[in-house]
């Protein structure tokens, strides 16, 4: 699988935006761009995904590169129960179902 | 639905003893996936099922680990014997019939502490 480089930490300020950088520089042209998170003492969820063209749903927003090379995941207003270890995976259209996590990036929200 | 049911949440044992973790998926869900999670190698997939047959198992770390299922609602993921390095926690995940766009569920995981 393709690799992703995350930053290991970040920090945010309550109902302030953020952003949560990925780098992706050897992605193939069929790979989808998956962000989980993992809240604490609970499992991964899925939080959005998308393969070219930027992405919102109720809980983020993903802004993909042009060369798709790099993407953001943008959480408008943080709140303090975003605090959590977000992952950005790279999923391939065909094979492989399973996903590879990473270390991922551990966002901390101050009130 | 009540999503990915594991038990038990945490189980405490000796070493040398057999340990049961166990996956009810959610209906209709093809894949099941297991996972463990520790602080120094994060999440690792051990093994994943499509429609109950065992599809990649190259992340089970030895023979003492084994995992079933032998149906389509239900998974065990068994350590004979086990060892303290084998604390961890232990994530069941399903992935339903949407496929390589649709979204992987967790359950709560499974705290495994071997003394």
């Known amino acids: 699988d393709a690799k992703t480089t995350q930053p290991n930490s970040m920090e945010s300020n309550e109902e302030e935006p953020v952003h949560l950088p990925c780098n992706h520089s050897t992605i193939s042209g069929t790979d989808y761009i998956h962000w989980y998170r993992q809240l604490p003492s609970q499992g991964p969820e899925y939080v959005i995904h998308g393969l070219t063209s930027n992405v919102n749903n109720r809980m983020a927003s993903l802004a993909i590169a042009e060369d798709r090379k790099s993407s953001t995941l943008i959480l408008h207003r943080a709140t303090l129960r975003d605090a959590a270890v977000y992952y950005c995976?790279?999923?391939?259209?065909?094979?492989?179902?399973?996903?590879?996590f990473g270390s991922g990036t551990r966002l901390q929200v101050q009130p | 639905d009540a999503g990915v049911i594991q038990s038990p949440r945490h189980e405490v044992t000796e070493m040398g003893q057999e340990v049961t973790l166990r996956c009810k998926p959610i209906?209709?869900?093809?894949?099941l996936f297991w996972y463990r999670q520790t602080m120094m190698r994060g999440l690792e997939l051990l093994i994943y099922?499509?429609?109950?047959?065992?599809?990649?198992d190259s992340g089970m770390p030895e023979d003492r680990f084994s995992a079933k299922m032998p149906n389509a609602s239900f998974s065990t993921l068994k350590i004979q014997p086990s060892e303290p390095r084998d604390s961890a926690v232990y994530f069941c995940?399903?992935?339903?019939?949407?496929?390589?766009?649709?979204?992987?569920?967790f359950g709560e995981g499974s705290r495994l502490t071997v003394l």
């Open positions: 209906s209709g869900h093809d894949y």
């Open positions: 995976i790279l999923r391939p259209y065909t094979g492989r179902r399973a996903l590879t």
């Open positions: 099922f499509n429609n109950n047959v065992p599809i990649d």
């Open positions: 995940a399903t992935l339903g019939p949407a496929g390589i766009t649709g979204e992987l569920f």
